[in-house]
Every structure is written in structure tokens, then in C-alpha cells.
């Protein structure tokens, strides 16, 4: 399979804890995205990657929150003391950069924090 | 902030019917994308429409973009319960995509 792919699926967690999600993107896509869907909601941009280059953040990603992407492959968003409002699905999007509109997504990471 | 304004929110219809749902914005699209969710998964990309007045197929599924490029629908004909899911549009704009809450469609077997 090619396509976007993230882990884990799901993760449960206390508050106050440190977490860590992974995305791969599509190989030949050298622009990430991360984005955040609560529910009833649709997804709302986090950050994006060219290469391994952090590009913007939305104001949504607070300070707890840290995105890498260390060598232009899969990228990591680490959420430090989990808070309640911090339940949510975590996606993950690739593309190219000439096609931002045709962004591919992964299965999401759920989180759910206790 | 949601700039897209979807409707109708939920849609439960019997298998077999047809149904529309519509994507509307006050400023114009670049470009529109549509996106299926099904639940605990990744939207999907459908489509992507670019020119005012454009339509394009995918099997039962018919996408319009309006003359104005303010916004667009969404006719499913003789719905399956396989086209049940969240039907997402999507705005891309300043490296990335902003979303409307969504068509919720639940189709009765």
C-alpha cells in the first residue's frame, strides 16, 4: 500500500502525559500536512512541511504542541501535557507542492484523553 | 473558523432515492474539492472543480461548481448504503485546505 500512512490508530491517554504520533506520506510528496477534526467538525489545518522545512503553524498548535519532520520522510506531532480539549483526530495529508488542493489523507490518529 | 457553509448537516434518506447537498461560500473558490469520510478514516478525495458552471461525473455521484465559483453541489443518484458517510468541501488557499463542517448522509438499506 502507498498511501498515507499513520500510527498508532488510536491512543488513550491520562492527562498530563506526553504523546507522539507518526505520519509517512506518500513517497514521491514532499509537502506534509497536519491537520485536526473534533467532532462535528471538519479538519482544521495544523501545520505543513516542505521537505523536512516547517513552514507555518497555525495558531491552533500551541506551545504544548511540536511538529518535526526530520529528514523530509515521515514526520512526527508531539502533544506535551495532554489536556482534555486535546481529544481529537489527528490527520495527516501529502502532496505535491503544485497541488496543494489534491492533498492525500491518512487513516488519522484517534486520541482520546482521560 | 469555518468559511464553507454545508448543508443540509445530516441527510437520511431510503436506498434508491436521490439526494443533493450543497457547499456554499461568500467569497470566490480557487478551486473546490470534495471529500468523503467514512467514519474512524481519512477523508477521501472525489473531485476537484476549478471553472464556474463546471460539472463533472464520478458513476452516481454528480459535482457542480456554480457559475460564480461561490459554491457548489453534490447529486447522488439511486443512493447505496455504501455512499453513506461525511461529505466534506474543501477551499485550498495559502498552502493548505479549510473545510466545511460537512453533509452528514446516511442511506437506508
Known amino acids: 500500500d502507498t498511501g498515507v500512512s499513520q500510527n498508532p490508530r488510536h491512543k488513550i491517554t491520562k492527562r498530563g502525559q506526553n504523546v507522539t504520533f507518526r505520519c509517512d506520506p506518500i513517497?514521491?510528496?514532499?509537502?506534509l500536512y497536519w491537520y485536526r477534526q473534533t467532532l462535528g467538525q471538519g479538519p482544521e489545518f495544523l501545520t505543513y512541511f516542505q521537505n523536512e522545512a516547517q513552514l507555518e503553524k497555525s495558531r491552533l498548535l500551541s506551545d504544548r504542541f511540536s511538529a518535526e519532520r526530520p529528514k523530509g520522510s515521515f514526520s512526527t506531532l508531539e502533544i506535551q501535557r495532554t489536556e482534555q480539549g486535546d481529544s481529537a483526530m489527528y490527520l495527516c495529508?501529502?502532496?505535491?507542492?503544485?497541488?496543494?488542493?489534491?492533498?492525500?489523507f491518512g487513516p488519522g490518529t484517534r486520541l482520546t484523553v482521560t | 473558523t469555518q468559511l464553507l457553509e454545508q448543508s443540509p448537516q445530516f441527510l437520511s434518506i431510503q436506498e434508491g432515492e436521490n439526494l443533493t447537498v450543497y457547499c456554499n461560500s461568500s467569497s470566490v473558490f480557487s478551486s473546490l474539492q470534495w471529500y468523503r469520510q467514512e467514519p474512524g478514516e481519512g477523508p477521501v478525495l472525489l473531485v476537484t472543480?476549478?471553472?464556474?458552471?463546471e460539472v463533472k461525473k464520478l458513476k452516481r455521484l454528480t459535482f457542480q461548481f456554480g457559475d460564480a465559483r461561490k459554491d457548489s453541489s453534490l447529486h447522488i443518484t439511486a443512493a447505496q448504503p455504501g455512499d453513506t458517510g461525511l461529505y466534506l468541501c474543501?477551499?485550498?488557499?495559502?498552502?493548505?485546505?479549510?473545510f466545511g463542517k460537512g453533509n452528514q448522509v446516511v442511506v437506508i438499506p
Open positions: 472543480v476549478v471553472t464556474g458552471g
Open positions: 474543501a477551499r485550498a488557499g495559502n498552502n493548505r485546505l479549510a
Open positions: 513517497s514521491e510528496h514532499n509537502r
Open positions: 495529508a501529502s502532496s505535491f507542492p503544485v497541488r496543494v488542493y489534491e492533498q492525500y
